[in-house]
């Protein structure tokens, strides 16, 4: 794992450095790099369906299904002023827009090279404007995403 120092036998000090953690939005094969977040949460993201559900039939017994969906969804909270909220507003402006023969959705993709993890939705549409607030301090919305091919990855993993 980077970022991980072992100073004893059994004792780790782990660095998260909000530097090395990257959004990306995918626009017709063009990336832009996303700037401008909440100073709490950037981004969460989520798969919606279960990998796993369990239940029993009528006499008891266990019955177990794997679901194999790929939805996902990722919320961005961004600074109201910011950059990836005027390039969130231009995909809501595409959606509400395009023409016949086009499908609007756009990519998304999170590296955290802190942890190597990477979570993509490949194809998704906002669900809605964010819900508005004006305060006296910094005002944030929040875009949520929708979508399908979710993958959320490591690029390794400890041996079992």
Known sequence: MPNKI???????????DTRFIH??????????ELFGFSATDAVKWSKVDNDFD????????????????SKGQLTFSCNENGMSADYFDAVIHRQKTYQAGQIPTVGLKIVDENS???????????????DGQKSNGFDNADYLFLGWGYDDS????VDL
Do not use: M
């Open 116 to 130: 190597g993890k990477t979570i993509s939705l490949p194809f998704a549409f906002c669900q809605k404007a964010p």
């Open 23 to 32: 959004s990306y939005l995918i626009v017709d094969g063009n990336t832009h």
């Open 54 to 69: 369990l239940d029993s039939d009528f006499s008891g017994d266990p019955l177990a299904l794997q679901n194999h969906s």
């Open 6 to 16: 072992q100073y004893a036998a059994d004792k780790w000090v782990y660095l998260k």
């Open 154 to 157: 490591r690029d390794e993993y």
